[in-house]
């Protein structure tokens, strides 16, 4: 019974938590032990482009699996650091991200628009043999034709940025954890 000085409050539905973070995110140019048997790397356009970051959006989306992404994303990047073998801090950076591609169970390679994307186009060359890939090519994207060819030749899927990817991406993930 509600007294005389108190009101009633109205009862309100349980709020529906988000799923637990599960997931172990991994960042360059740091080497932690891996947690999970399933990982994830994570390729592609790093510049500034339209639209939300898609490396923040994937890694939210798989956040309450058991897997661990590596991000070559650096916060800490200096744009003047000198792309040579003997500057160390950009040889450490180029050294992981090879590195975490080889351990990588599973590689996304993101081509955004309005960008060159030379290192990405790379890192598709370099995993397209696997087949343990899937591509996300912008429309926009000035190099896509090639992007295309490749990925027809080696039977990777090619998806559209425009598309509904990132639902993909988490299935083939989840595959992978059968």
Not at 8 to 22: E, G, I, K, S, T
Not at 52 to 76: E, H, K, M, S, Y
Not at 83 to 102: C, G, K, N, S
Request: positive net charge; hydrophobic residues 40%; charged residues 20%.
């Amino acid at each position: 019974m509600v007294g005389a000085t108190q009101q009633a409050r109205p009862q309100q539905a349980p709020a529906q938590q988000a799923p637990a973070q599960q997931a172990q995110i991994i960042k360059a140019p740091t080497r932690p032990a891996i947690k999970f048997k399933t990982s994830l790397f994570l390729a592609g356009t790093t510049s500034r482009t339209a639209g939300p970051d898609w490396r923040p959006a994937l890694t939210q989306a798989l956040g309450a699996l058991p897997v661990t992404i590596f991000n070559p994303l650096r916060p800490d990047w200096d744009s003047t650091w000198r792309e040579e073998v003997t500057f160390a801090p950009f040889r450490e950076q180029v050294e992981w991200e090879l590195h975490m591609q080889e351990q990588a169970s599973f590689i996304v390679v993101y081509f955004g628009p309005s960008t060159e994307a030379p290192i990405s186009l790379l890192e598709l060359g370099l995993c397209a043999r696997s087949r343990k890939v899937l591509v996300v090519c912008h429309a926009g994207y000035k190099k896509r034709g090639n992007v295309q060819i490749v990925c027809r030749r080696f039977g990777i899927q090619c998806m559209d940025a425009g598309e509904n990817w990132m639902p993909v991406v988490v299935a083939k993930v989840k595959g992978l954890l059968r």
